[in-house]
């Protein structure tokens, strides 16, 4: 548990934050950055400054719009928010059509992209189109967000085609 500066009044993500998991409103125990849910217990604002550490799991998320976007570390942990994601969308009517991953990944999932022929540089990944994000330095939400789908109405063809993942 860090100490906050005495200059600095709150922790930088301020007295109280929504828990990345349960969204409830939990408050910074006093005098530091440590932040504390009943439920999912003790959350930690790294040493960068950006990031917010659970502390049990070592997940780390970081603050977009009022929004926790998890950091990922794992090829597997963004392939299945991902795959969540799509999952999602069917469930509201509409289907992916694309996927826009965020630059900072591009070493750890292009490994699990398929490409769809040979001499083509067109890159899938569960049957989606993926592109790579601008870099975080050109737009700065791409440093916190992951991904982004581009969807529309309908039922995906031959869904679930991604069950096979
Ligand atoms: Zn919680």
């Not at 005495?6 to 530091?32: D, M, N, V, W």
């Not at 932040?35 to 603050?63: I, M, T």
């Not at 993926?130 to 869904?159: A, C, D, H, M, Q």
Request: hydrophobic share 30%.
């Amino acid at each position: 548990m860090r100490i906050v500066n005495s200059a600095q009044q709150y922790p930088i993500f301020g007295s109280e934050i929504k828990c990345p998991h349960c969204r409830q409103i939990i408050p910074a125990l006093i005098l530091t950055d440590t932040y504390l849910c009943p439920r999912h217990g003790a959350f930690e604002v790294s040493s960068n400054g950006k990031d917010l550490v659970h502390l049990q799991s070592d997940r780390q998320w970081r603050l977009w719009n009022d929004e926790w976007y998890r950091q990922h570390t794992h090829p597997d942990g963004i392939r299945f928010e991902i795959h969540e994601n799509i999952d999602r969308l069917y469930t509201q009517g509409y289907r992916a059509i694309k996927v826009t991953i965020a630059h900072r990944y591009i070493d750890l999932v292009s490994p699990y992209l398929e490409t769809s022929a040979i001499g083509s540089n067109i890159q899938r990944l569960y049957g989606l189109n993926v592109e790579f994000s601008p870099p975080e330095e050109e737009e700065p939400r791409w440093g916190i967000i992951n991904f982004e789908l581009e969807k529309e109405l309908g039922t995906p063809k031959g869904y679930p085609y991604f069950r096979s993942f």
